[in-house]
C-alpha cells in the first residue's frame, strides 16, 4: 500500500512531508536523510522491493 | 629406620646393612599402595576443562565443563557444591527484543504483499503472499514466555518466501567487524507446517544504516548462509556461525520459510531466544538484561504514545484562536528524528481547555522535532482562546499516536 504524499511547511517553518493511506494512517516524516520514512519517500518512484538472495528452500522473499 | 619427608613411610637408613631386604621393600610398597588409595585418580577427570570438586569431606568427585562462556557459582543444593552458570555480559547480544517480549505495535499484525511491514518490535517481516500474519505466540521454550509467530493464514494458497527480519543499527554491528560471529535460536514449526528446510541469512552492508530493503544494500554479502535443517514440532536451538566481513558497517538478520500448497490451520514457524554474538554460541541472554532494559532499548526505534479511547497525549497551548500546538519529551532518544505516525478520523482527538471547553481535532501533525521531544500541532478544526492550556487526549477507540525511527 503506497500512500500519497505531500510536503507542507509548519507554523515552525519546517518543512515536513505528509504521506496518508488508505487506512487513515498518516505519517508526519522530518526531512532527516537518516528517517527511514524519508528515505521511502526520495525513493517512492523505485520499485518497492529488490530480488533477494535466497537459499534452497526460500526461494523468493 | 627412617621416613619420607611427607607421608612418613619406613625406609632404611644410608648406613643399614642388608638384611631383610624383601621385607623392608615390601613395607615400603605397602605404605605406598595405601597412601595412593586415598588419592584421586587422573581418570576422574575426562574431558579438557573438567574440574575436580569435593562432594563431602575427603571426597573428590568429577566436575564436568560448563557451556562456552559461563561461570562457576556456589550452589549447596548440588552434589559438588558447584554449578556452571551463564553470566549475564551487557551488550553480548546484538539482537534486540530476541525474545518477543515487546510487542507496542499489538500481539497480531497482518502483512500485506511485498512490503516490509514492523511486526513485534525491532522485527519486520516481508512476504509476496497476499496475506501473512506475524503474532506474539506464548508456545515457547523453558526460559521464555513468548515466540513470534510467523503464519500463512489459514486456506492462503501464496507460496512466496515468508521472512521475518530484524537489522541491526552501525554503531552495534562494527565491533563485530572480522570476527566470527554466531546466530541461534529456538525454533519449531507449527502441527500445518507446508514449507522444507529453514533459511537463515546474516546479511551484511558497507554503509551504514542503510535499513529498508538489506537485500538492495550496497556491499551486501552474506556471512552466513545456510537452509539445511528440516524444523520440527519441537523446539530446537539452532546455532549458526560466520565471519563478518572486516567492512561490515550494517548487518540483518533473516529467518524464512516457503510453504507449499494451501495453508492449514497452524502453517507457520515459531521462534524466540535470537541472538548474535560474537565467538561460538552461549547461553541467551537479552540485549539488555532486563524487561526494562529491552523496551527502552526498542523506543529508540519506535515509541508507542497513545493507543484507544481517551488516552492521555499531553499538554497542549494554543498559540491563536485556530491552532494549538502539543510537545513531549520523548522516553529515550531515538536513532534519528522521528516520524509522526497517527490515525485521523474525525474528532479521533481532543483538547479539553479552561472552563470546559473541548475542541475535537482529525489529526495532529509534526511541527518540528529532535530525537529527544517532538513538538505537534493542529491548525485545521482548533478553534480555542489564545493563550489558554488545553488537556491533549485521544477521542476515539481507533485514535493512536506513535514516533517511529526504525531502520
Known sequence: MKPIYSEVVTPNGDTVIIALYDNGVMLSIPMDEANSDYQAYLNKDKAEQSTPIVTNEAKTK | MATSPNYGWLEPDNTDLVKNGALAIRTLGNAIDTTMATMTPKSTVTTKGDLVAATAAST??????????????ADSSTTTGL?????????????????????????????????????????????????TTVSQNTSAP??????????????????????????IESANVVQLQGQTATIS??????????????SIQVLSGTVADQGG????????????????????????????SGTIPSGAKELAVAISYTPTGTAGADDAIYITGVQLEAGAVTSYQTATGTIQGELAACQRYYTLWASGNSQPIGMGTYLNTTQVNGSISLPVEMRTTPTISIVTGTDYYKASSGGGGTDTLNSLTLDTCSTRAIRFYNASEAAGTSGQAAVLT??????????????
Open chain 2, 60 to 73: 573428590p568427585a568429577r566436575l564436568a565443563v560448563g557451556n562456552n562462556g559461563e561461570t562457576l557459582v
Open chain 2, 83 to 131: 554449578r556452571w552458570q551463564g553470566s549475564y555480559t551487557a551488550g553480548k547480544n546484538r539482537i534486540l527484543n530476541g525474545s518477543m517480549d515487546i510487542a507496542q505495535r499489538g500481539t497480531s499484525i497482518s502483512v500485506g504483499s511485498a512490503s516490509y511491514t514492523y511486526t513485534l518490535d525491532r522485527w519486520k517481516c516481508y512476504s509476496g503472499n497476499s496475506a
Open chain 2, 142 to 167: 523453558t526460559g521464555f514466555n513468548y515466540s513470534l509467530k510467523l503464519q500463512r493464514p489459514n486456506a492462503n494458497t501464496g507460496t512466496n518466501a515468508l521472512s521475518i527480519v530484524q537489522i
Open chain 2, 185 to 198: 535460536f529456538y525454533l519449531k514449526k507449527g502441527a500445518n507446517y507446508s514449507g522444507g528446510n529453514i
Open chain 2, 213 to 240: 530493503d538489506p537485500y538492495s544494500w550496497t556491499g551486501l554479502t552474506v556471512p552466513i548462509n545456510d537452509s539445511s535443517y528440516s524444523p520440527t514440532t519441537s523446539f530446537v536451538r539452532l546455532p549458526y
Open chain 2, 394 to 407: 485521544t477521542n476515539n477507540a481507533a485514535a493512536f499516536l506513535a514516533f517511529q525511527a526504525e531502520l
